[in-house]
């Protein structure tokens, strides 16, 4: 789909020998490195067909992510990635907001990041607040106020991004988002994905009751993170007046369940949460945070994993810069 997307709607019509590419929350590899890979080739291929008489270009892709990402290994992986035709640079910081000088890029690339929200809401963790998230550590979708607080923190941050990746992107440059959201109507407690949240939150609730860890701590937790539905965040899209949405495509595809295990899937939640449970109750409870989830996890398998309980998708979105003077 991106070698389709670089082929029909990226524009080169003025190619110089540096062709620049960013990956928005590149995390340590080595997916972002297959992906980059991928884009290379596509560019390279549809460079080579229309500008036969021209030197190959040279690549330059910038690796961002937020200050505490693991640079270091991402560069380890880098190394042993081969062949690799391009060169490479750290880019840490928050993509909510500006990265690189204007129209200083050809093409961003942002995969299952976009749900990460540049902060919780400060209303959820108000005690005073109509929007007090009691009782979740997650936008479960039950609660008006809370989902209101959650959807607009993340509103402002998709607009934050993409005004700020507009000054960055070459005029007919793209810009290719992947990222999950719910199937309309549901919310976010009603899938496997808002099911796990929940589950983790009730492992943190049962420490505190064991004196573990404060309920006060415990209440002042909520995730960053936010799974937009469909339907709310293609419009927000469409909204957005630096962009000509190329094309959105919903895919859906249910896990196997027969490859997958508890101890599997527990480890995923490990590797997205543990900083932040780390950071806010301390490393020392994390191991035990995870072995509890693993025996909840296993002991309600089949009814998390019922594809009946999926309800979400991921989202394949081709954003193509506007031209402008």
């Not at 490479?88 to 909510?96: E, I, L, Q, Y």
């Not at 509103?155 to 991004?161: L, R, V």
């Not at 007919?172 to 949240?197: E, K, N, Y």
Request: glycine share 6%; charged share 15%; proline share 3%.
């Amino acid at each position: 789909m991106i070698n389709e997307a670089i082929r029909d709607k990226l524009a080169l019509n003025s190619p110089s020998n540096a062709f620049n590419i960013a990956d928005f929350g590149c995390s340590v590899g080595p997916n972002t490195f297959i992906a980059v890979q991928n884009i290379i080739e596509a560019v390279e291929l549809k460079y080579h067909g229309n500008h036969q008489n021209h030197q190959s270009l040279e690549f330059q892709v910038f690796f961002n992510d937020h200050t505490n990402n693991d640079f270091n290994t991402l560069f380890k992986n880098l190394h042993h990635n081969h062949p690799r035709k391009f060169f490479a640079a750290g880019v840490p910081g928050t993509f909510h907001g500006r990265l690189f000088p204007k129209s200083s890029l050809h093409f961003g690339h942002s995969s299952f990041a976009l749900q990460w929200l540049s902060k919780t809401p400060s209303e959820v963790l108000d005690t005073k607040s109509p929007a007090w998230n009691k009782g979740s550590i997650h936008c479960t979708g039950f609660h008006t106020e809370v989902a209101e607080a959650y959807s607009s923190q993340f509103k402002n941050d998709m607009e934050t991004f993409l005004n700020a990746r507009a000054q960055e992107l070459v005029n007919g440059g793209l810009l290719v988002i992947i990222m999950p959201a719910l199937q309309d109507g549901v919310l976010l407690s009603q899938s496997s994905i808002g099911v796990t949240f929940d589950l983790l939150g009730s492992c943190l609730q049962n420490m505190a009751q064991s004196g573990i860890i404060s309920q006060e701590k415990v209440e002042a937790f909520n995730l960053p993170i936010y799974i937009s539905p469909a339907k709310g965040l293609e419009a927000l899209l469409q909204r957005n007046g630096f962009f000509s949405v190329e094309k959105i495509d919903r895919i859906t595809s249910n896990m196997n369940t027969n490859t997958l295990t508890a101890q599997f899937l527990t480890s995923q939640l490990r590797a997205v949460t543990e900083e932040l449970i780390k950071g806010h109750f301390g490393s020392e409870i994390v191991d035990a945070v995870f072995e509890l989830f693993n025996i909840k996890l296993s002991e309600n398998w089949f009814s998390i994993m019922d594809t009946k309980n999926q309800k979400f998708m991921d989202l394949f979105i081709i954003l193509s810069r506007n031209f402008s003077d």
